[in-house]
């Protein structure tokens, strides 16, 4: 899900995220249309770094779930995260700006949410179910960070993934 970071790691940590990165690559996804991240610089989430992702719908009739991918260490300092997501296709913007809270961690007991290996957590959270895309064509996704703080340490990387719709028991 996500590429190499800064962070220093024992040889036994790489050696691990090594092999559950080939493990992840090795496993096919046909569902899959877009997965791509963005790794931030010393690990922290400038409020000025606006990551967009641009994707190519070729099929309107299909139902779409997109979601957010996060990697973050535990020197991450909330429990959640709040991201403004801005949707814009062939015709102009897509809908207001959306507000979305991702639970990085469980708020009581501040255990990591997600799956990860020593300090390192990977979510991927469901932002938008079922979407439809009304035109064929590009569409961009700006994440914007919206903490009311300018830098996120522990912050990596942020991405988007974009994926053909599975009803409710599916896989």
Request: a positive charge.
């Amino acid at each position: 899900m996500f590429r190499n970071s800064n962070l220093k790691l024992s040889a036994t940590a790489r050696g691990l995220a090594a092999g559950l990165g080939l493990l992840a690559l090795a496993g096919c996804d046909p569902n899959r249309v877009f997965e791509e991240n963005t790794d931030f610089p010393n690990n922290s989430w400038d409020v000025q770094r606006k990551p967009a992702f641009t994707f190519a719908i070729a099929d309107t009739a299909m139902r779409y779930d997109v979601y957010f991918d996060v990697r973050n260490a535990s020197v991450y300092p909330f429990y959640n995260l709040y991201v403004k997501a801005t949707l814009t296709g062939p015709a102009g913007p897509v809908g207001a700006p959306l507000l979305h809270q991702m639970l990085l961690m469980d708020p009581k007991s501040g255990e990591p949410r997600g799956s990860g290996t020593g300090d390192i957590f990977d979510h991927q959270i469901l932002a938008l179910p079922g979407q439809r895309f009304a035109r064929a064509g590009n569409y961009t996704l700006t994440l914007e960070q919206f903490m009311r703080q300018d830098q996120l340490p522990g912050l990596m990387a942020v991405g988007v993934r974009v994926a053909k719709h599975q009803r409710a028991g599916k896989k």
